[in-house]
């Protein structure tokens, strides 16, 4: 059987989707990264519910034949840059929970672990974020780009009133979604949003969840969090019978630079409620997760510094620090790194160099990223556009934040 399975599959087709809600339906995807994109040729696909997609003739069948045909599918790009630059990505954490060695090709589909998003309502209005994962964001997109009459590629057709402001209410998740789910024997839940902490749907998957599941005692979540709401106390009574929590705060800068990207919020809020979740009564394993981009990279060291002295050491198992992970802003492409002018680029990459606090691992990540593609001028003009217009209906500054880029604006 090994001899038959190639080392490139993941094992996420065997055992594990993820769905999100979406104004025309649901979206069954292997894993949260998976693109489902325009050049997606599983794109007609995305919408087929969970119970067709992993059954005989989903489409999950047709990935789990490409990949023991050894191919590596362009829907896993994200995985194969993160294990050239950092050695490990998401698809060695698939085969922790699934060695490839124990993979039967002919096995049915049956669910260990999932990955959910209840619905886009959200708190925040992230300048990198889209109306997508959070509703406070098409507040943003009405009050700084409708005006001015920009647009936004992340704003399709189904998220837009007929005047062509976004839609501001959030998607509603059909919770009758959980009847086709089997959540007996699951291992693992992440929970997404939006913000998780205040989705109402989210206390109701965790009643059922203890429910359905044959043994709660050995469940691990995980949430990814924006860490300015707390949960309300019948979610932490669940996380005292559970095996594990695991709060991944979504946190890109110390101070002002997180209010900066992460429109909505007072740092304050954030530094406390880490404190908070440390005296829970539950076993809680806390780390950031950072997405880079042209505003945060000039002082990612500081809120490195922050998550050294505010964290616990843990047991995650990332090499390098234990405390903070690192990703970077692709969409909207005006916010990825690598557009910016070359001197720019050599400019941050000298901040990165330096940093006192950044382990090398992590620098040699940041700077393979960064240099990895060519100065783009439209999506640099762009840049400047969006974000002076955020700023005039934010109130607030990018010189306030970045000031290196002030010589490099067109």
Same mark, same amino acid.
């Given at each position: 059987?090994?001899?038959?399975?190639?080392?490139?599959?993941?094992?996420?087709?065997?055992?594990?989707?993820?769905?999100?809600?979406?104004?025309?339906?649901?979206?069954?995807?292997?894993?949260?990264?998976?693109?489902?994109?325009?050049?997606?040729?599983?794109?007609?696909?995305?919408?087929?519910?969970?119970?067709?997609?992993?059954?005989?003739?989903?489409?999950?069948?047709?990935?789990?034949?490409?990949?023991?045909?050894?191919?590596?599918?362009?829907?896993?790009?994200?995985?194969?840059?993160?294990?050239?630059?950092?050695?490990?990505?998401?698809?060695?954490?698939?085969?922790?929970?699934?060695?490839?060695?124990?993979?039967?090709?002919?096995?049915?589909?049956?669910?260990?672990?999932?990955?959910?998003?209840?619905?886009?309502?959200?708190?925040?209005?992230?300048?990198?974020?889209?109306?997508?994962?959070?509703?406070?964001?098409?507040?943003?997109?009405?009050?700084?780009?409708?005006?001015?009459?920009?647009?936004?590629?992340?704003?399709?057709?189904?998220?837009?009133?007929?005047?062509?402001?976004?839609?501001v209410e959030p998607v509603k998740f059909d919770l009758a979604l959980l009847d086709t789910i089997d959540l007996s024997n699951l291992i693992e839940v992440k929970i997404l949003g939006g913000e998780p902490m205040i989705t109402p749907d989210h206390l109701v998957f965790l009643r059922r969840l203890m429910e359905d599941s044959k043994h709660p005692e050995k469940i691990k979540l995980v949430y990814h969090t924006n860490a300015t709401k707390r949960p309300p106390q019948e979610v932490i009574n669940f996380w005292k019978k559970m095996n594990k929590i695991e709060i991944v705060c979504s946190i890109d800068g110390y101070g002002?630079?997180?209010?900066?990207?992460?429109?909505?919020?007072?740092?304050?809020?954030?530094?406390?409620?880490?404190?908070?979740?440390?005296?829970?009564?539950?076993?809680?394993?806390?780390?950031?997760?950072?997405?880079?981009?042209?505003?945060?990279? $000039? +002082?990612?060291?500081?809120?490195?510094?922050? @998550?050294? /002295?505010?964290?616990?050491?843990? *047991?995650?198992?990332?090499?390098?620090?234990?405390?903070?992970?690192?990703?970077?802003?692709?969409?909207?492409?005006?916010?990825?790194?690598?557009?910016?002018?070359?001197?720019?680029?050599?400019?941050?990459?000298?901040?990165?160099?330096?940093?006192?606090?950044?382990?090398?691992?992590?620098?040699?990540?940041?700077?393979?990223?960064?240099?990895?593609?060519?100065?783009?001028?439209?999506? $640099? +003009?762009?840049?400047?556009?969006?974000?002076? @217009?955020? /700023?005039?209906?934010?109130?607030? *500054?990018?010189?306030?934040?970045?000031?290196?880029?002030?010589?490099?604006?067109?």
């Amino acid at each position: 059987m090994t001899s038959k399975v190639p080392p490139t599959i993941c094992t996420a087709p065997w055992m594990h989707f993820a769905v999100s809600t979406h104004p025309d339906g649901f979206i069954t995807m292997p894993c949260c990264r998976f693109r489902l994109g325009s050049d997606s040729e599983y794109r007609k696909h995305k919408f087929q519910p969970p119970e067709q997609a992993i059954g005989k003739n989903g489409y999950f069948e047709d990935i789990r034949k490409k990949m023991l045909a050894g191919k590596k599918l362009h829907g896993c790009q994200k995985c194969w840059r993160e294990e050239e630059h950092k050695g490990y990505s998401y698809r060695t954490l698939m085969e922790e929970r699934l060695k490839i060695s124990d993979v039967d090709p002919n096995a049915p589909f049956q669910l260990k672990y999932l990955e959910i998003f209840f619905s886009n309502l959200c708190n925040l209005s992230c300048r990198m974020c889209d109306i997508t994962q959070s509703s406070q964001w098409a507040n943003l997109y009405n009050g700084a780009f409708v005006p001015l009459g920009m647009k936004d590629d992340a704003v399709d057709d189904e998220y837009l009133n007929e005047d062509g402001r976004a839609k501001v209410e959030p998607v509603k998740f059909d919770l009758a979604l959980l009847d086709t789910i089997d959540l007996s024997n699951l291992i693992e839940v992440k929970i997404l949003g939006g913000e998780p902490m205040i989705t109402p749907d989210h206390l109701v998957f965790l009643r059922r969840l203890m429910e359905d599941s044959k043994h709660p005692e050995k469940i691990k979540l995980v949430y990814h969090t924006n860490a300015t709401k707390r949960p309300p106390q019948e979610v932490i009574n669940f996380w005292k019978k559970m095996n594990k929590i695991e709060i991944v705060c979504s946190i890109d800068g110390y101070g002002t630079v997180n209010e900066y990207q992460r429109i909505g919020h007072n740092w304050n809020v954030i530094d406390d409620n880490v404190k908070w979740y440390q005296n829970l009564d539950a076993n809680i394993e806390l780390r950031v997760h950072t997405v880079i981009s042209p505003l945060n990279i $000039w +002082k990612v060291d500081d809120l490195v510094k922050w @998550a050294d /002295d505010s964290l616990p050491i843990t *047991s995650h198992r990332n090499p390098g620090s234990h405390r903070i992970t690192f990703d970077f802003v692709q969409k909207p492409h005006y916010l990825d790194v690598t557009i910016m002018p070359d001197d720019a680029k050599e400019k941050c990459a000298q901040v990165i160099k330096s940093a006192g606090n950044l382990q090398s691992s992590q620098k040699q990540f940041i700077l393979a990223y960064l240099n990895s593609k060519s100065y783009n001028i439209e999506h $640099w +003009k762009e840049f400047w556009k969006k974000m002076e @217009a955020i /700023d005039k209906y934010t109130n607030q *500054s990018l010189s306030s934040v970045a000031p290196q880029l002030e010589e490099f604006k067109i």
